[in-house]
């Protein structure tokens, strides 16, 4: 389940199930979107991006959404793996400000 | 090389040091950021350069000062640090500024 609170909020799953990370991202002007997958002492890795002019962009195993009606982020990651326990962050950058502002984080803990 | 290597990987330093993080990438491009990120929370952007200019500040301390020497070297000098300084150091890079951005594994600093 999912639990939302003063830390760092945590998704548990089962390895293989389907795991769902959500954003709320602050700015309507946004235009670019990436989600970042970090591991414990590594910097952030790329996983997969979209612009304001598309409403989903999957990849491997991976797929994202965007509503920009509700400013809203998903990153939907298929039959997820151990390897796949991280932190993943949302990254919004500002349409003619050229910086990324990150998301407060979701940890993923894949159980065996 | 897809790589963003940043040197050292700890640095301990006192109150009165003065230290540089370095970072460095081959990819050719001319974006290059530092992010500064503490436990448990999202990296926060501190500085950009794009095309060696620095573009922007993030209104951060006068005790850290960026340099980019050329296109590939990003530096960060560090002098009379306070303990709440310590955090993770990251170096980014993107072919542009704005765009999907690649990090180094970080500089962990410890202010004592």
């Known amino acids: 389940g999912e639990s939302v609170g003063l ?3 945590t998704l548990s799953v089962q390895e293989g199930d389907n795991s769902i990370i959500n954003c709320a991202y602050s700015n309507s002007a946004s235009d670019y979107f990436i989600w970042y997958k970090q591991e414990s002492g590594k910097g952030p890795q790329f996983i997969i991006d979209i612009r304001s002019n598309m409403d989903k962009r999957q990849g491997q195993r991976v797929t994202v959404l965007l509503n920009k009606t509700v400013k809203h982020l998903s990153l939907q990651i298929a039959a997820t793996q151990p390897g796949d326990s991280a932190v993943y962050f949302c990254a919004e950058n500002l349409y003619n400000f050229n910086k990324f502002y990150f998301g407060s984080g979701t940890k993923l803990n894949v159980k065996p | 090389d897809t790589e963003v290597t940043q040197t050292p990987k700890h640095l301990v ?3 009165t040091n003065k230290k540089s993080l370095k970072c460095e990438q081959h990819m050719g491009h001319r974006a290059m950021y530092w ?3 503490k436990a448990k ?3 926060e952007l501190m500085f950009v350069y794009s095309y060696e200019k620095l573009s922007i ?3 951060v301390p ?5 340099e980019c020497p050329n296109s590939s070297l990003l530096n960060l000098h560090l002098h009379a640090l306070q303990p709440e300084d310590s955090a993770l150091y990251l ?3 993107s072919h542009r500024d704005g765009e999907e951005a690649f ?3 970080g500089t962990r600093l410890t202010v004592v």
């Open chain 2, 13 to 15: 330093m006192g109150m």
């Open chain 2, 41 to 43: 929370k999202p990296p």
């Open chain 1, 7 to 9: 830390h760092l909020p």
């Open chain 2, 57 to 59: 500040n993030e209104s």
């Open chain 2, 103 to 105: 990090f180094g594994q």
């Open chain 2, 62 to 66: 006068s005790r850290f000062s960026p």
């Open chain 2, 91 to 93: 170096c980014a890079s």
């Open chain 2, 35 to 37: 992010y500064k990120q």
